[in-house]
């Protein structure tokens, strides 16, 4: 009471004062969004957005998928359009490809990538060749996602980056997010593409939290495909990665950048079409390239991503190529004898 009866006796015009230096507005904290509520968000906005949308797959509908992913979409659309399947990978990618030819835009999740080998039929002769093959008149817009890559005591057969094998295949479009901004951005765009999309998550990076920016809360938010994006800017090395990597390249050159090393490192976000563009502006400003990446060393990403920029920039720079993993698990290493 006494601190209370000393300021109200002080002249206002140093009441007010004194109120100023006290009391004092925070900044809002930024947004933080989980990759798996940011997937979740932009198949629920292309829901809402064209009815011509729809999700099937394996366990998508009532138990909200096995990672939670589409969690409250069958509540909201109803059994039509977020539909429940057989095990039976062939089977609904079939499915879900005639429902695009038929006009519709289906979103196949698969319950990992690795189990895509069973319907890789479907994905590469039924939906990526049929536009070239029916002359431009027959449009297959389906998009094919679920978890990519290596994940936590999942074995050999559920830990392979298909990145390189859809990434192979013309007719395919192959986008690969890091984070929550780029899985929104990306999924979307996928989406709304009138091409097959092959959409390449992570499990480990489901639960992942990343501050999302305003823009990234609209929903008109896009990230066009085929563009990538740099995460950081560098003038001694670049270092090109996709999905879960990309978060251990910035790690990495934050050490580096203390020993006075600055990397220029870039989020590829789409496999396919690369955006050589910005990797060889990189390249010809650092002189150096390390790619990095979940797959095998032989033919990957960083192969074609080293064979493109020595073709395309080689009159420019003296190129000397290594590779620093040659093991592939499992590999050459522990091959039968017999």
């Known amino acids: 009471m006494a601190a209370v009866s000393g300021l109200m006796r002080r002249p206002l015009e140093q009441v007010s004062g004194l109120l100023r230096r006290r009391f004092h507005r925070t900044a809002p904290a930024a947004l933080q969004v989980t990759v798996r509520e940011a997937i979740n968000q932009g198949m629920d906005e292309e829901l809402e957005r064209d009815e011509k949308v729809f999700l099937l797959g394996e366990e998508v509908a009532q138990y909200d998928g096995a990672y939670k992913v589409s969690r409250g979409l069958w509540k909201k659309y109803g059994d039509k ?6 095990i039976s990978e062939m089977g609904f990618a079939g499915i879900a490809v005639g429902a ?28 990526a060749k049929t536009y070239y093959m029916s002359g431009g008149l027959q449009p297959v817009p389906i998009v094919f996602r679920g978890p990519n ?3 936590a005591g999942v074995a050999a057969q559920h830990s ?7 990434g192979h295949c013309p007719g395919l479009k192959v986008v690969s997010p890091w984070n929550s901004e780029d ?8 989406i709304r593409d009138n091409n097959p999309v092959v959409v390449l998550e992570n499990e480990l990076m489901y639960g992942v939290p990343f501050e999302f920016p305003s823009e990234a809360q609209s929903k008109d938010f896009l990230i066009p495909i085929g563009k990538a994006k740099i995460e950081r800017q560098g003038t001694h090395i670049t270092v090109v990665a996709h999905s879960r990597p990309v978060g251990h390249c910035l790690e990495a050159a934050t050490v580096l950048s203390k020993e006075g090393i600055e990397c220029e490192v870039i989020n590829m976000r789409t ?12 390249v010809m400003k650092t002189n150096h390239l390390i790619t990095v990446e979940g797959g095998w060393p032989q033919f990957g990403v960083g192969a074609e991503i080293c ?10 720079l003296v190129l000397e190529y290594s590779s620093c993993n040659k093991q592939c698990i499992p590999g050459h290493c522990i091959e039968s004898k017999s």
């Open 160 to 166: 392979q980056c298909f990145a390189a094998w859809y």
């Open 183 to 190: 899985a929104k951005g990306l999924i979307k765009s996928a």
């Open 81 to 86: 359009r977020i539909i429940d399947t057989p």
């Open 307 to 316: 064979a493109r920029i020595m073709e395309g920039i080689s009159e420019n």
């Open 149 to 151: 890559g290596a994940s």
């Open 271 to 282: 496999i396919r079409p690369m955006d050589i563009e910005t990797i060889e502006a990189s």
């Open 100 to 127: 695009a030819m038929a006009g519709l835009r289906p979103i196949c999740e698969f319950m990992t990538f690795n189990f895509s080998m069973q319907a890789i039929d479907q994905v590469i002769n039924s939906a």
